[in-house]
């Protein structure tokens, strides 16, 4: 008589036999994650959509000069600082220009008109900007002029840049960095001509807008940074 088997669990005699898997080897569950959504699977980037004025301020340096005293911008118009248009002579007058010799004294009414005529005598000859230093006396402070910019930017521009794009405040930064840079240098009403890039900003396809947003008249460097910074503002995966 054979030796008795060693009894095994009930209703099974011996160890149990080894599952065969096949090539369908088992591997651990992932841990639960989101609904509908492994915990294996990254989530998505968030959207930065802040545009500080310190950002502001470092795009304007790089495309915008910064003039301290009167000239004549490319239309003819009187202009000082960050490209500020003055229209009118009470308009130059209500800011604080001072003596260039000293840097500190304050202009008197009659010294900013001296300017004014000085500088608008030039009309119709195409002068670049600094070639208005040596007909002016006088110079409005650096810190009075990126005062002026971001009184501009934040009453003027910006609430423009809301009114045209009803999704302004979801924008992604670069987008922002992109639009503010064609707004000042167009002006509003000029942006508002490119319908063809409104429609694809509005529907947040910057792909398509990096390819409406050239403008003429600008250095080649200027329209390639527009567009490098819609094409920033796309989704890493490309989708819109």
């Known amino acids: 008589m054979a030796n008795s088997r060693v009894p095994g669990p009930i209703g099974l ?5 080894a599952i065969d898997d096949g090539t369908r080897a088992r591997a ?9 959504m492994p ?25 915008e000069a910064l ?11 009187v202009t000082v600082g960050v490209g500020n248009m003055l229209p009118t002579l009470a308009a130059a007058r209500a800011l604080a220009f001072v003596l260039r010799s000293d840097g500190v ?3 008197t009414p009659a010294q900013i008109k001296a300017d004014w005529d000085s500088v608008n005598a030039e009309a119709g000859k195409n002068r670049r900007a600094a070639s208005f230093a040596r007909l002016t006396s006088l110079d409005l402070p650096e810190a009075v002029c990126w005062s002026l910019l971001k009184k501009r930017i934040d009453g003027e521009f ?3 840049l809301k009114k045209l794009f009803s999704g302004w405040n979801t924008f992604p930064t670069p987008a922002k960095r992109a639009l503010l840079d064609m707004a000042y240098n167009l002006g ?12 694809h900003v509005e529907k947040s396809d910057w792909g398509k807008a990096a390819d409406a947003c050239e403008r003429k008249g600008i250095p080649d460097e200027r329209n390639a940074w527009t567009k490098a910074r819609f094409r920033a503002a796309m989704p890493a995966d490309g989708a819109r």
């Open 158 to 160: 910006l609430p423009g």
């Open 67 to 77: 003039i301290l005293h009167l000239y004549l911008d490319s239309e003819d118009k």
């Open 13 to 17: 005699m011996g160890p149990p036999a």
């Open 39 to 63: 915990a294996s699977s990254p989530l998505p980037a968030p959207v930065t959509t802040e545009l500080s004025w310190a950002q502001i301020k470092a795009d304007m340096e790089a495309h």
């Open 105 to 107: 004294s304050a202009a």
């Open 28 to 36: 651990p569950s992932p841990r639960p994650g989101p609904i509908g």
């Open 188 to 199: 509003l009403r000029g942006l508002g001509k490119f319908r063809t890039l409104i429609g």
